[in-house]
């Protein structure tokens, strides 16, 4: 499974942004897919996951704000991010689930947020 990200840049507090993932390979043996960040000096993190069924979660503090989709034709996962706050900072990396222990990552996108 091969993931690339595409769609950070510099955004403005309060603003938007959309991150894409697209992936390629052996793409119907993922389960499901997910966003993670990583501010300097912190640990990655999970933001949002989408399942294979469609079924979505957040971390809290992006609930409300950002938005997991996928397009299953075009087999992308997206990642709608609303109402940016600087701390929302961060490499955002794509990952791909696939079991029993498999796990894939995009090489990361940097996202930057101005106040």
């Known amino acids: 499974v091969q993931l690339v990200e595409s769609g950070g840049g510099l955004g403005q507090a309060g603003g938007s942004l959309r991150l894409s993932c697209a992936a390629s390979g052996r793409i119907f043996s993922i389960t499901a897919m997910n966003w993670f960040r990583q501010a300097p000096g912190k640990q990655r993190e999970l933001v949002a996951g989408?399942?294979?069924?469609?079924?979505?979660n957040y971390e809290d503090s992006v609930k409300g704000r950002f938005t997991i989709s996928r397009d299953n034709a075009k087999n992308t996962v997206y990642l709608q991010m609303n109402n940016l706050k600087p701390e929302d900072t961060a490499v955002y990396y794509c990952?791909?689930?696939?079991?029993?222990?498999?796990?894939?990552w995009g090489q990361g996108t940097q996202v930057t947020v101005s106040s």
């Open positions: 989408i399942t294979s069924g469609g079924d979505t």
């Open positions: 990952n791909a689930e696939v079991p029993p222990s498999s796990n894939y």
